[in-house]
């Protein structure tokens, strides 16, 4: 099986198994580039939507903005730059979840240490926290989280080719 990427004047073809999307693909090939420890300061700009992006939502998806609150990724302690990047990919309702949860801080300051922020998270509403969850899961319902993705990554080809063999 091969996937290709297309930005009209490139084209790449990249071996795959079932299991593994374009997506994943690059997430885990910028990983092994840099390091598997998240460092944003690290990535070329357009990485740095990939990784945050798909390294968020995996920890949302997976056990919502408590999950996510209690991880760090260097040089976006305040996740401010991962609310950012689901914005330039077109994810209203990941980003309006984040503004949300945001909002559940003393002045929408988010607490860099992460035991902090978890704790003043947690103290916010558990129904309001229920529903900044769904609201960001609701997105991906039908896929459209990986379909945004995987149209980033085809506008971006020239750079994310380096990672498809």
Same mark, same amino acid.
């Given at each position: 099986?091969?996937?290709?990427?297309?930005?009209?004047?490139?084209? #790449?073809?990249?071996?795959?198994?079932?299991?593994?999307?374009?997506?994943? !693909?690059?997430?885990?090939?910028?990983?092994?580039?840099?390091?598997?420890?998240?460092?944003?300061?690290?990535?070329?700009?357009?990485? !740095?939507? !990939? #990784?945050? #992006? !798909?390294?968020?939502?995996?920890?949302?998806?997976?056990?919502?903005?408590?999950?996510?609150?209690?991880?760090?990724?260097?040089?976006?302690?305040?996740?401010?730059?991962?609310?950012?990047?689901?914005?330039?990919?077109?994810?209203?309702?990941?980003?309006?979840?984040?503004?949300?949860?945001?909002?559940?801080?003393?002045?929408?300051?988010?607490?860099?240490?992460?035991?902090?922020?978890?704790?003043?998270?947690?103290?916010?509403?558990?129904?309001?926290?229920?529903?900044?969850?769904?609201?960001?899961?609701?997105?991906?319902?039908?896929?459209?989280?990986?379909?945004?993705?995987?149209?980033?990554?085809?506008?971006?080809?020239?750079?994310?080719?380096?990672?498809?063999?």
């Amino acid at each position: 099986m091969t996937f290709q990427v297309n930005d009209n004047s490139h084209r #790449v073809n990249m071996p795959i198994n079932s299991n593994n999307s374009i997506v994943d !693909v690059v997430f885990s090939s910028i990983l092994q580039k840099y390091g598997s420890h998240i460092d944003v300061s690290l990535y070329h700009p357009q990485e !740095v939507i !990939v #990784v945050l #992006v !798909v390294h968020s939502s995996g920890l949302i998806d997976n056990g919502g903005f408590e999950y996510l609150f209690s991880a760090s990724f260097d040089g976006d302690s305040d996740f401010k730059i991962t609310a950012q990047s689901h914005l330039e990919l077109g994810l209203q309702l990941g980003y309006k979840s984040f503004q949300e949860a945001f909002s559940t801080f003393p002045g929408n300051v988010i607490p860099f240490d992460p035991t902090d922020r978890l704790s003043q998270y947690e103290q916010a509403d558990k129904d309001f926290r229920i529903k900044i969850n769904k609201r960001y899961w609701k997105e991906d319902e039908d896929g459209g989280r990986q379909k945004k993705m995987e149209e980033y990554i085809n506008k971006n080809a020239d750079l994310f080719s380096q990672y498809i063999k």
